[in-house]
């Protein structure tokens, strides 16, 4: 039990990056932990991005619902990220939402499609029967490869700290003898 105990020590201290310098720390290692530190920084903003995206669907949705209207629309021009749709609303207002429809995966050009919109802001629109748990698998996918990216490039510094430690070491030995 020691040694995992120790081996998850070393572990740590190789992957997670201190904040604090130590007092005898050399300019190489002061560089990559500030690195290392950056490298953390990044990949949380990465998680709060993707945090940030299921929460701004789960408002639109929420937007929406309060002031739902539905209508037929035709679908413009489709895309996996972003399709143009056109419909009319029950008064005959044309609308041609310009950020395009929530939601579009799987629509093709010319496909007619029931939508969801917001009385108030036609502008905000969804595809009918869709919503923002279509959400949590792409945001949880960027996290988790953010996470991922960041921990491969941790382990590379992590490395490059203990060996630019073991240089300082071996340059201060010679300094003393």
């Not at 701004?56 to 629309?73: C, L, P, S």
Request: a positive charge; glycine letters at 6%.
């Amino acid at each position: 039990m020691r040694a995992v105990k120790l081996r998850l020590s070393r572990i740590r201290r190789v992957v997670l990056p201190h904040l604090i310098g130590d007092p005898g720390e050399s300019r190489a290692q002061r560089v990559i932990r500030r690195i290392r530190v950056g490298v953390v920084i990044a990949a949380c903003l990465v998680t709060l991005q993707s945090l940030l995206l299921v929460v701004g669907a789960w408002r639109n949705d929420r937007q929406i619902e309060r002031h739902m209207g539905v209508a037929a629309a035709e679908v413009l021009d489709a895309g996996p990220r972003r399709s143009t749709i056109e419909f009319v609303t029950p008064d005959r207002v044309t609308y041609r939402p310009e950020l395009g429809v929530l939601y579009p995966s799987e629509l093709e050009n010319g496909m007619r499609i029931y939508v969801e919109y917001d009385r108030t802001n036609p502008d905000l629109v969804r595809v009918q029967d869709r919503n923002a748990s279509l959400a949590i698998i792409p945001a949880g996918s960027i996290a988790v490869v953010g996470w991922l990216a960041a921990a491969a490039i941790l382990l590379v510094l992590g490395v490059l700290e203990r060996r630019a430690r073991q240089d300082s070491m071996t340059v201060d030995s010679q300094l003393s003898s």
